[in-house]
C-alpha cells in the first residue's frame, strides 16, 4: 500500500492540470518504475487501467463514455 501511496503522489506532484489528468503513457512508465520486479505487476496494470482511465474532452471540459462515438485513443488519460 506503501509504494501506490508513493506512486500517487509523485504522480500528483507532475501533474499540472488541476483536474488531475494524466497521459496514459506517463502513468503506464511510473507504474512499472514503481513496481519494477515484482511478479505480477502487469497484471495489476491491466486490471487497474479500465479503471482509472476515462475519455476527456477538452474543448467541452466533460468526460464521455468509453462507447460514445467522441471517445478516441488521443482523448483517452488516466484520472489520478
Do not use: W
Amino acid at each position: 500500500m506503501r509504494i501506490l501511496n508513493n506512486l500517487r503522489q509523485q504522480l500528483n506532484e507532475m501533474i499540472e492540470d488541476e483536474k488531475g489528468l494524466v497521459q496514459p503513457d506517463l502513468f503506464k512508465k511510473l507504474f512499472f518504475t514503481y513496481f519494477k520486479g515484482e511478479k505480477y505487476a502487469y497484471q495489476v496494470y491491466e486490471m487497474l487501467l479500465p479503471i482509472v482511465t476515462k475519455h476527456y474532452l477538452e474543448g467541452e471540459d466533460c468526460f464521455v463514455a468509453a462507447d460514445d462515438s467522441r471517445a478516441t485513443p488521443h482523448n483517452k488519460v488516466v484520472v489520478i
